[in-house]
C-alpha cells in the first residue's frame, strides 16, 4: 500500500514523521476541558495506550494555553512521549503570541482558514500564527471544514458559478471552496516562511461521498500530506461505518498520511474508542499491523453453542492484555494470524489458511477439535479445557517461530 500512495512532502511532528513513505498514522484528540490539567492528562495517557500516535487538544482560552506546559510536564514526568497538537481558533495568534510556554511546548499548531480572523483581520491574524510556527519551527495543519468556511471564498465562488453558463451544483461549489482554502492558505504559509515540509492540510465534511470528492480534488492540487477524517461522524455504529467506508476508500486510492475517526461518545464512554477503530481500518485494509488478527466465523445453525464464540472473545481479550509484552519481547508478532471456527463446514479450510487455527465442533459433530499449525494438521483437542490448552499452542508458537528482540534475550 505504501507504493501506491501519493507521493507527499513528509512532515516531521514531534518526532513522527507524515507522509509518503512512512506508515500512515493514527491520532486522536481529547474532550475533555484543557484547563483541567489531571484530567487532560489521564485522557492523553488513555489514548496514548490505546495506540494514538498524535493527540490534539483544544486551546480556546487563556486557561488552556496556560495548562499545556504543565500537561507536557505531567506526561513527561511519566513517560508518556507522545506529540500534543494544539487547537486553535478564533483567538490563536493572540493565545500563541501571549503564552510562548504553549507555543514551544505543542509539536504542531492545527487552524481553520475559515474562522483564523474575519474581514480584514484574517490575512493579519493568520499570517501571525504563521510567523509564530516559524520562529518555534513547528509543522502546521491547515484544516477547513464545511461547518465553518470561509463565507467570503465561498460567496464569491458562488457568484462567480452563478454567472457561469455551464453552472456547477452548489454542491460542487462548495467543495471547490474547501479546496482552495486550504490550499491558497498553505501558498500564503509558504510565502510567509513556513517550508512545505511543515504542512499539513485536511478539508472535512460529514457526508461519505462529499469527503471522498473533496479528497480527490485536494490530492490532484497539492502534494502536502493530508490528513484524513470525516467530521462529526456521528454515534456508535453510525459513526464507526461512515468513517471507515470514507476513509477506507481514500486510502485505497492512495490519499491520506494521518487518519482521525471522529467519533461521538456517549457520556462518559472511552474516549479511546476512536484510535482502535482507526487502528482497526488501517489493519483491516492490510496497510499497518498492530496485533495478531483472530478470524472468526459468524455462526449459523450449525453452530448452536456458544463454545466458539467465548473461545475467539477469549482469544481476543488474551492477545489484548499480551500483546504490550509481546511486542517487545517479539519481533513481527503482529502479522501472527489465527482462525477459530465454528463447524467443520469452513473451519478446517480457514484454520488452514491461519497460522493457528482450531476447528470447534457443530451441533451434531464429534466432540472434537483439531488445531490446525501453518496449515498442517497439529493435534487434536477433547474436554472442557480446550481454552487453556489452546493458549498454550499460541504461546508455544509464538515463543518458537518469533525472533526475540535483542532488549529481551
Given at each position: 500500500m505504501l507504493n501506491l500512495r501519493r507521493k507527499t512532502i513528509p512532515v516531521n511532528v514531534g518526532g513522527v514523521n507524515i507522509g509518503q513513505g512512512f506508515p500512515i498514522v493514527v491520532q486522536s484528540m481529547t474532550n475533555t476541558d484543557t484547563a483541567d490539567i489531571k484530567k487532560t492528562t489521564d485522557q492523553i495517557i488513555d489514548l496514548a495506550k490505546a495506540g494514538s500516535e498524535l493527540v490534539r487538544i483544544t486551546v480556546d482560552r487563556p486557561e488552556a494555553a496556560k495548562a499545556v506546559v504543565y500537561i507536557k510536564e505531567e506526561l513527561d514526568k511519566k513517560g508518556v512521549n507522545i506529540?500534543?497538537?494544539?487547537?486553535?481558533?478564533?483567538?490563536?495568534?493572540?493565545?500563541?503570541?501571549?503564552?510562548?510556554?504553549?507555543?514551544?511546548?505543542?509539536?504542531?499548531?492545527?487552524?481553520?482558514?475559515?474562522?483564523?480572523?474575519?474581514?480584514?483581520?484574517?490575512?493579519?491574524?493568520?499570517?501571525?500564527?504563521?510567523?509564530?510556527?516559524?520562529?518555534?519551527?513547528?509543522?502546521?495543519?491547515?484544516?477547513?471544514?464545511?461547518?465553518?468556511?470561509?463565507?467570503?471564498?465561498?460567496?464569491?465562488?458562488?457568484?462567480?458559478?452563478?454567472?457561469?453558463?455551464?453552472?456547477?451544483?452548489?454542491?460542487?461549489?462548495?467543495?471547490?471552496?474547501?479546496?482552495?482554502?486550504?490550499?491558497?492558505?498553505?501558498?500564503?504559509?509558504?510565502?510567509?516562511?513556513?517550508?512545505?515540509?511543515?504542512?499539513?492540510?485536511?478539508?472535512?465534511?460529514?457526508?461519505?461521498?462529499?469527503?471522498?470528492?473533496?479528497y480527490k480534488k485536494l490530492a490532484k492540487t497539492s502534494n502536502h500530506a493530508l490528513h484524513l477524517g470525516l467530521t462529526e461522524a456521528g454515534l456508535g455504529i453510525k459513526g464507526v461505518v461512515s468513517s471507515t467506508a470514507a476513509i477506507s476508500i481514500l486510502l485505497n486510492l492512495g490519499i491520506g498520511d494521518t487518519i482521525r475517526v471522529s467519533l461521538t461518545p456517549k457520556p462518559g464512554e472511552d474516549r479511546a474508542e476512536e484510535v482502535r477503530v482507526a487502528r482497526e481500518i488501517l489493519q483491516s485494509l492490510g496497510i499497518r499491523h498492530f496485533k495478531p488478527d483472530v478470524i472468526a466465523c459468524p455462526g449459523c445453525g450449525r453452530t448452536t453453542s456458544t463454545t466458539f464464540q467465548e473461545l475467539a472473545a477469549e482469544i481476543e481479550d488474551y492477545i489484548y492484555i499480551n500483546m504490550p509484552n509481546w511486542s517487545r519481547k517479539y519481533i513481527a508478532v503482529e502479522n501472527l494470524k489465527l482462525a477459530v471456527m465454528g463447524c467443520i463446514v469452513n473451519g478446517p479450510g480457514e484454520s488452514k489458511h491461519a497460522n493457528l487455527g482450531i476447528s470447534l465442533p457443530g451441533t451434531g459433530e464429534e466432540p472434537a477439535a483439531p488445531v490446525f499449525v501453518d496449515g498442517e494438521k497439529y493435534k487434536i483437542l477433547r474436554g472442557p479445557n480446550i481454552a487453556n490448552e489452546f493458549i498454550a499452542i499460541l504461546n508455544d508458537y509464538i515463543d518458537k517461530n518469533y525472533k526475540r528482540c535483542e532488549v529481551s534475550k
Open positions: 506529540p500534543l497538537i494544539g487547537d486553535f481558533h478564533y483567538i490563536g495568534h493572540k493565545l500563541l503570541k501571549d503564552y510562548p510556554s504553549c507555543a514551544e511546548s505543542l509539536a504542531k499548531y492545527r487552524i481553520n482558514p475559515g474562522n483564523v480572523g474575519f474581514k480584514n483581520k484574517k490575512d493579519k491574524q493568520f499570517s501571525e500564527i504563521i510567523e509564530i510556527a516559524c520562529k518555534y519551527n513547528k509543522p502546521v495543519r491547515i484544516g477547513a471544514n464545511w461547518g465553518s468556511i470561509d463565507q467570503e471564498l465561498l460567496t464569491d465562488l458562488m457568484d462567480r458559478n452563478s454567472k457561469k453558463k455551464d453552472k456547477k451544483p452548489a454542491k460542487e461549489v462548495l467543495h471547490d471552496a474547501l479546496v482552495k482554502s486550504v490550499y491558497s492558505s498553505a501558498l500564503r504559509a509558504e510565502s510567509i516562511g513556513l517550508s512545505k515540509s511543515k504542512i499539513i492540510l485536511s478539508a472535512k465534511v460529514s457526508l461519505v461521498s462529499d469527503l471522498i470528492s473533496v
